[in-house]
């Protein structure tokens, strides 16, 4: 079946350092690929997205490539902020099914420390 | 645009309880889902339905659980005779059907405590 992967957390960082989130994958076909990320308090709210392999999601300076070669869809940021600290969800869906579940990875919980 | 709504936003019951959560999706969507998250994990699929039709149910859902959405907009999920292990978040999301990923918005949540 379906499963995403992704690194354990809670991921620490000094204001201003890089983000790297690692996340694989594991399905037959073409997957869609997405990114959520739930803020304290708040619900899910999508990130970014990539539906086709090579494709680069982008949203509020994170970026993510779809790399089918090495089932990847690792999550990215040049320079972090205290307002990122949030839990982040990798996930994916079987369109080319037809199927709409979306199966998520287990979250990794970022803190950006000023 | 009033985003994905979901009530109550906590329940606590007691094990036995039958309990209903209502959904209203956004207003143009004709997919809505629920989900199950418990503490430290992923959200979970539950089912989904495409207007009034339920197309897609995982084995998570046990004949316990009922979900409906009778005219295409709102959705009602039961839980009869609750059970601690029933205690988790239950979450809705809808999306605009179409193209090759169509995005799903998801609500705040219900919060159920099974005591």
Known sequence: GNSVTQMEGPVTLSEEAFLTINCTYTATGYPSLFWYVQYPGEGLQLLLKATKADDKGSNKGFEATYRKETTSFHLEKGSVQVSDSAVYFCALTRMDTGRRALTFGSGTRLQVQP | ?115
């Open chain 2, 1 to 115: 645009d009033t985003g994905v709504s979901q009530n109550p936003r906590h329940k606590i019951t007691k094990r036995g309880q039958n309990v209903t959560f209502r959904c209203d999706p956004i207003s143009e969507h004709n997919r809505l889902y629920w989900y199950r998250q418990t503490l430290g994990q992923g959200p979970e699929f539950l089912t989904y339905f495409q207007n009034e039709a339920q197309l897609e149910k995982s084995r998570l859902l046990s004949d316990r659980f009922s979900a409906e959405r009778p005219k295409g907009s709102f959705s009602t999920l039961e839980i009869q005779r609750t059970e601690q292990g029933d205690s988790a978040m239950y979450l809705c999301a809808s999306s605009l059907a179409g193209g090759r990923a169509d995005t799903q918005y998801f609500g705040p949540g219900t919060r159920l405590t099974v005591l």
